[in-house]
């Protein structure tokens, strides 16, 4: 029961151009998103994070934005760049009573992102 | 302030054997989760420890096991290996209350 989904495996970009992440989750019990990076040989990156009481959360190029009624989130990297090159992972959470993530993360299975100079 | 660090890095164990793997937080942080990735998949949650304690388990057998030690340093032991075990197990260490989970850079575990 994959309960958090990314069903573009991979995604090719133009270095400059939008590049837009997807994912989908069926627990309505979640309600903390987080994005995170991943090169080869290398452990997770945070990237930015989301509480269901909001719907846009930006820092930088990164913008993430959530549709609790779709329950679906989407990451945007606007311009993208080569170093953007990765894994990325969506991962959810139920928050706890300050309002983050517990850290019991459950993760999509990974979007490829590749962006050509 | 120093990262996460796992180790070792890469181990061959055969089914059947018995494997430790370590994990030290990042300096301050009081709760690590650790995860088990395989190939092609998103890291699936195993269990959390907070101050010693498991805080939280997921999907995985009783002979997936751990210990935080007073340091917050952790160690997830497998017992009876199975080929299916052949994973990277990445472990994360965070501050109860805040958001970011810092990861190490994983264990690659081959079971033979």
């Known amino acids: 029961d994959q309960q958090v989904k990314q069903n573009s495996p991979s995604l090719s970009v133009q270095e400059g151009r939008i590049s837009i992440l997807n994912c989908d989750y069926t627990n309505s019990m979640f309600d903390y998103f987080l994005w995170y990076k991943k090169y080869p040989a290398e452990g997770p990156t945070f990237l930015i994070s989301?509480?269901?009481?909001?719907d846009k959360n930006e820092d930088g190029r990164f913008t993430v934005f959530l549709n609790k009624s779709a329950k679906h989130l989407s990451l945007h990297i606007v311009p993208s760049q080569p170093g953007d090159s990765a894994v990325y992972f969506c991962a959810a959470s139920v928050a706890n009573a300050g309002g983050t993530s517990y850290g019991k993360l459950t993760f999509g299975q990974g979007t490829i992102l590749t962006v050509h100079p | 302030e120093t990262g996460v660090t796992q180790s070792p890095t890469h181990l061959i164990k055969t089914r059947g054997q018995q494997v430790t793997l370590r994990c030290s937080s990042q300096s301050g942080h009081n709760t690590v989760s650790w995860y088990q990735q395989a190939l092609g998949q998103g890291p699936q949650f195993i269990f959390q420890?907070?101050?010693?304690?498991?805080?939280g388990r997921g999907n995985f057998p009783p002979r997936f096991s751990g210990l935080q030690f007073p340091n917050y340093s952790s160690e997830l032991n497998v017992n009876a290996l199975e080929l299916d075990d052949s994973a990277l197990y990445l472990c994360?260490?965070?501050?109860?209350?805040?958001?970011?989970?810092?990861f190490g850079q994983g264990t690659r575990l081959t079971v033979v």
């Open positions: 989301i509480s269901s009481i909001k």
């Open positions: 994360a260490s965070s501050l109860a209350g805040i958001d970011e989970a810092f």
């Open positions: 420890y907070y101050r010693e304690e498991e805080n």
